[in-house]
């Protein structure tokens, strides 16, 4: 039995209750938010508060990309959107890939004050972690194998000792976990990669990014994401543009396609 | 004779102008911003112009870390600072190491519209990058061997080819620098590496970070850093909080820090 930290044991409360592994990605693009929202003071957090009103029945998290937020405006949007999803009773994780030195990391840490769980990125070592994984409470997921068509270009290089680098980083990852914190981000565009680091890891929650606008495998996600059922599937465009054509009602189309997701998963889970 | 595009030929110009590799790193932790200036409308804005006014005549360039500006206040010092900054003629380089994939890196990129260069992160491979890169005119450092303890956990693995991955980095780099916009990130903590690197791409520009509070080889960092007389050198803490202790007179410890460290580099340059 796995051992989890406060974040992964509300998470597995959240996934039971919602029977959902779904995580909806708040890429709010600017130039793809609706017409009728852009006048508004905060457009991002007008299109993602009318995004999580559609959605967060079926949402296990909802995993904003920090790139969409980087800026005065943006930062707010974000704040925002983050305590409205919480006032919703769904966790937030927050997709910045972030990994530094020293006191930088310890600066980026501090992000974790606000939402309840990051991405990082590996290549810096293990003390430019430290300060995100000394956050026992909250969950921390280690890029490993990423879903975009370059992720093999470093990920995929054989080691001298046989392994490609993306298996080192999952064994680094579970040697990191001393408090039960860490899991792993694995693309659902590498369906045998997936099911190849279940095996070598079980004890890691996946993130799996990729299967809706990226046509990833959601069989292989579903079955190999969770971790003694816990884990995610996250779909950003797949389901907040949804509704692109739809104007005012856009955000019906992404609930519907959340609950298709959610559903689709469903099938395929132990 | 290497070729330069618009980013490294005004950087070598700025170079030659003020005789200095230095890079000035505008880490401006608000813990540690002089209390005077604590009251200010914007904190950070206010010290990083006083720093500023300090030391641009020593400066190549001003690298602000973006971990110190993520939240709404932050990214409103920071447009005033790369204005500012702008304004004295010295180009500003924002340490994000950002590496996102398809639309998410191309919103990361949309920060080159502010700044002159950028660093980058390679784990996600050549598309995570291609938004950058392909920014011509403007600067890209990917980092390859960084200062920190953990550096080598990943960077120093030995791939099945006998190399480094840092030195694998070191040659996609090299191979991704059609514009010639790429340079390295490569500490000074590690001498032998840098003179390593140096060898293996005699055409990309390194930033080595790490010769201030971490204590790298200004030696080394000054002799292997430039590429054809274009490379900066950077401090962080090293400078602008060398005046810690002299209350509203700290920006005049800073300019003498960046001073002293423009000589003792120009002291080892070819």
């Not at 939402?115 to 430019?128: K, Q």
């Not at 300060?131 to 370059?150: A, D, H, I, M, Y």
């Not at 990852?173 to 693309?187: F, K, P, S």
């Amino acid at each position: 039995m796995t051992e989890f930290n406060p974040f992964f044991s509300d998470l597995r409360e959240r996934i039971d209750a919602v029977d959902s592994l779904v995580s909806v990605g708040l890429d709010a693009d600017p130039d793809r938010i609706p017409e009728h929202l852009r006048g508004k003071d905060l457009p991002r957090w007008a299109f993602n508060r009318r995004i999580i009103d559609a959605t967060h029945e079926y949402a296990a998290c909802y995993k904003p990309n920090a790139a969409f937020y980087e800026d005065a405006d943006g930062w707010r949007s974000l704040r925002e959107t983050v305590a409205y999803a919480h006032g919703k009773g769904v966790p937030v994780l927050l997709d910045a890939k972030r990994g530094d030195v020293g006191n930088t990391a310890r600066e980026y840490a501090e992000l974790l004050e606000y939402v309840d769980a990051i991405t990082v990125n590996p290549y810096l070592g293990r003390d430019s972690l430290d300060p995100f994984l000394s956050r026992e409470e909250k969950g921390v997921f280690v890029l490993c194998r990423t879903s975009n068509p370059g992720g093999a270009d470093l990920q995929g290089l054989e080691l001298e000792s046989g392994e490609p680098l993306y298996r080192r980083v999952a064994a680094l990852a579970d040697r990191w976990n001393e408090a039960g914190n860490v899991g792993l981000v694995v693309g659902a565009t590498a369906p045998a990669e997936l099911e190849e680091l279940r095996e070598a890891v079980p004890d890691l929650p996946f993130l799996v990014p990729g299967v809706g606008a990226q046509g990833g495998d959601a069989e292989a996600a579903a079955t190999f994401g969770p971790a003694d059922g816990v884990g995610l599937v996250n779909s950003s465009r797949g389901i907040i543009f949804a509704g692109e054509d739809a104007g005012e009602r856009f955000h019906k189309a992404a609930g519907q396609a959340a609950k298709r997701l959610r559903d689709r998963l469903n099938r395929h889970r132990e």
